[in-house]
């Protein structure tokens, strides 16, 4: 059975999507006439060399650029496509579902909040998997897997709120894992941890074999060479202002960030 035929009857692929890439055409999204999310994006994003780091302060567009890709956004201008193997879709014209299978979206804290927490870890991805075409053996399979990759083993019987802050977003990511993507996408993954929990939250990411595009207001991460980060887009005012590699964008941003504080400054 091909890659297609499959992800399409179980919408859980059995070989996790190849080349897969982004293809944003002039894109632009107003959340209304007077809130611009971004505007005038035109850039091809895919994972062929490493992970690729949209940096920028908050309000640059980050998030919004993340919601577009996912399809979770339908841009109110231009057209963003996801292709893998030859094939290509557009959320805004029916692809949504299609592009949910090759891409996984890492949830945010606040999304995963409405999940019941007096389920265990184990129990809370087993249910995720119920809405495909899986035996229980392969479900629990599946789960045991994803659980292992990301270090959850332990508290896999542990109800979801009784996990610290570092599992639960290890847990946000094995959940994005265990769809088995051709690709990710995380909106500020390490949000809100400490130094020591952000690396072993990036080094999991960052080394379970999918590529990871994901935004971060995260300068000394981007430049980790363990991380395998090739290229970093730099967002502000709704725009791609820059598109590089980790060196080169760390100083433009440094360099913006200068910027912005002479014009706070120079209003005083």
């Known amino acids: 059975m091909g890659l297609f035929a499959s992800l399409f009857k179980a919408a859980r692929p059995v070989t996790a999507p190849q ?64 292709s893998a193997e030859g094939k290509r879709f557009e959320a805004a014209h029916g692809g949504r579902s299609q592009i949910r299978a090759i891409v996984g979206t890492v949830q945010r804290e606040a999304d995963l909040d409405k999940l019941k927490h007096s389920v265990s870890v184990e129990e809370s991805m087993i249910d995720l998997l119920k809405k495909y075409r899986l035996s229980t053996v392969q479900r629990r399979a599946i789960t045991g897997d994803a659980l292992a990759k990301f ?12 996990l610290d802050g570092e599992q639960f977003h290890l847990f946000a990511i094995a959940r994005a894992y265990a769809t088995n993507p051709g690709m990710l996408l995380a909106d500020e993954p390490m949000r809100g941890l400490d130094e020591i929990s952000s690396r072993h939250v990036a080094h999991r990411l960052f080394n379970c074999g999918k590529p990871v595009v994901f935004a971060t207001h995260n300068v000394d991460l981007i430049r ?11 967002m502000d005012d709704g725009t791609i202002a820059f598109d590089g590699t980790p060196e080169r964008a760390s100083e433009f941003y440094a360099q913006l960030i200068r910027s912005k504080y002479r014009q706070i400054s120079s209003t005083k």
């Open 19 to 82: 080349q897969v890439e982004f293809h944003c055409d002039s894109v632009g999204y107003a959340f209304d006439p007077q809130s611009i999310g971004v505007t005038h994006i035109t850039a091809d994003i895919s994972c062929d060399q490493g992970n690729v780091a949209i940096i920028g302060l908050n309000g640059s567009g980050k998030s919004t650029l993340i919601g577009l890709l996912n399809g979770e956004l339908l841009p109110t201008s231009g057209h963003v496509f996801v």
């Open 151 to 162: 270090a959850l083993e332990p508290c896999a019987h542990a109800p979801l709120d009784e």
């Open 224 to 234: 980790n060479d363990e991380f395998n980060i090739t290229r970093v887009l730099v």
